[in-house]
């Protein structure tokens, strides 16, 4: 078979002939193809000779490089650069220096460490840098030691709870892009793409309406005013949604009034009785999107996340006391290196454990503007892509629809 249709003349495309990259216009930038969040890319594809052919220069490059950026956001980055050489990049980590609190933190905890060791320089013996009070010292290393491990135990699973959360949200919001398509698909489909095509090209706005709110519904600084600029929204719909409660359902409404608006009219290719899946496909955006706000409303629970906070400030004050009482008995022995790594071992701890409670900060509510977060306008744009091309595009089916259209015999037939 090969790579492209031919066809000679006026003869219509065969269906055996017709190849994806009829319909596909190019290959979504993370790694997808058609906006299929569930294909993944081949990154070589045979050539006329069935070997594997050379990648365009401008993938080499993305592949080339650690991170691809949309805007404020990270698309996807290379994880063999990351695992290898390029693990000391800050910026959409918990060790962004815009995460000031972690280096507040630090600084106070030196401060607790630099008492300590100043207290255990002067009660301690010049010659042993032992003091009376060390053996409640060491007490207070055992209590770090069992604070530590417990701490390691809990916030394992704490992460565990994060990133399945974040995990499920982006499965949520892969079945919206998913609703999106097939009631667009479905349209195109069941709607005359002459007589309807004013309420095929609403439908197709509504639906992209609803998959741009879900990420503006949860960023409380935004409005309206891209979907006008982008045309998603005319200025009688902003004002119709401005004061409504639920945005999404009044949006679903107007789908579900296009559909029975197409019905009255007699604007159907189909039997009225296949406009059942038509609405179903509106009530999955429905449920899709209701579930989105759901998992975004629903934190993990209070007590739980107070409780395992508490726990790590009290390892981290313990560790910088016993790393304090420890550096000031180095000193007094004439052991300058080891504080250095003392002192290393503190700040580790500290990014590290508060690197993790961090994870609940950033991706509690990943529609927002952290670069960790989803890469919204990637994801807009390729939604509205596939779907405005199969509601704009009808000449890509290869066989004509204007017997299907007009011949009322065949119409029941289908």
Known sequence: MSSRAKSSGSRPIPLVELQPSHLVEETSVDGHINGDDNVPLVLTSPNKRGGPATLAPEKAKKMATLLEWDGPHIVQYSAAKLFRHDFFIMRGTVFDLRQRFAWIQLVFLTLVSLVVAVYQVKVADVETGEAESDHWW???????????????????????????????????LSGLHTSV???????????????????????????????????????????????????????????????????????????????????????????????????????????????INTMVECQLPFPYVHLLTVIVKVALLTLAASQGQQAGSLYLRRHPTWIVFLALRLILMNFFYQGLLELQVILANPFQQHPAHFPRQTFIDRVERDTRTIIRHPELVPFSMSAVSHDQELRKRI
């Open 138 to 172: 060491d007490h207070l290393n055992s209590a770090s030691t069992m604070v530590n491990n417990m701490v390691v135990f809990l916030l394992g699973f704490y992460t565990t709870q994060v990133i399945n959360r974040w995990w499920d949200l982006r499965m949520a």
């Open 181 to 291: 398509r097939d009631v667009s698909l479905l349209t195109a489909t069941y709607l005359s793409p002459v007589d309807a095509k004013p309420l095929r090209e609403a439908m197709v706005r509504y639906c992209n309406v609803l998959h741009a709110m879900t990420f503006k519904l949860h960023n409380i600084e935004e409005d309206w005013s891209d979907l006008l600029e982008k045309r998603f929204l005319t200025e009688d719909e902003v004002s119709a949604l401005k004061g409504v409660s639920s945005p999404t359902m009044t949006v679903c409404h107007w789908c579900s009034t296009l559909v029975v608006k197409a019905v009255a009219e007699k604007l159907l290719l189909v039997p009225e009785s296949s406009v059942t899946l038509l609405q179903n496909g509106i009530t999955s955006l429905r449920e899709t999107t209701s579930r």
